[in-house]
């Protein structure tokens, strides 16, 4: 059975930083590009950034280049998001998703999705 689960998020003030985690089992996680999406209330998912089983990575989201770095640990079957810099504008629930080999930018692409964590940035 496949499980993803969030973790990181919080409360932030405006200009401070998180990192949010995400750990996947029961997959070949080396094998698997891990996308992170949020959704503000009453919107759809967005594409935030992903990262392929290449470590190749990609950021969808134009308004958080140069603010927020995806990466990944295949020992531990993990992939971060480090976020700085953080605006009123990124409060999201923030998901993490499993995608085979290379990355999407739609969320139906992907087949494994946590729950969410949420990161709440007060102005």
């Known amino acids: 059975q496949v499980q993803v689960v969030e973790s990181g998020g919080g409360l932030v003030q405006a200009g401070g930083s998180l990192r949010l985690s995400c750990t996947a089992s029961g997959l070949t996680f080396s094998r698997y590009a891990m996308g992170w999406f949020r959704q503000a209330p009453g919107k759809e998912h967005e594409a935030v950034s992903c990262i392929a089983y290449t470590g190749g990575s990609i950021i969808f989201k134009a308004s958080v280049k140069g603010r927020f770095t995806i990466s990944r640990d295949n020992a531990k079957n993990t992939v971060y998001l480090e976020m700085n810099s953080l605006k009123a504008e990124d409060t999201a629930m923030y998901y993490c998703?499993?995608?085979?080999?290379?990355?999407?930018?739609?969320?139906?692409?992907?087949?494994?999705r946590g729950q969410g964590t949420q990161v709440t940035v007060s102005s």
């Open positions: 998703a499993a995608r085979n080999n290379y990355c999407a930018a739609p969320w139906d692409q992907y087949g494994y």
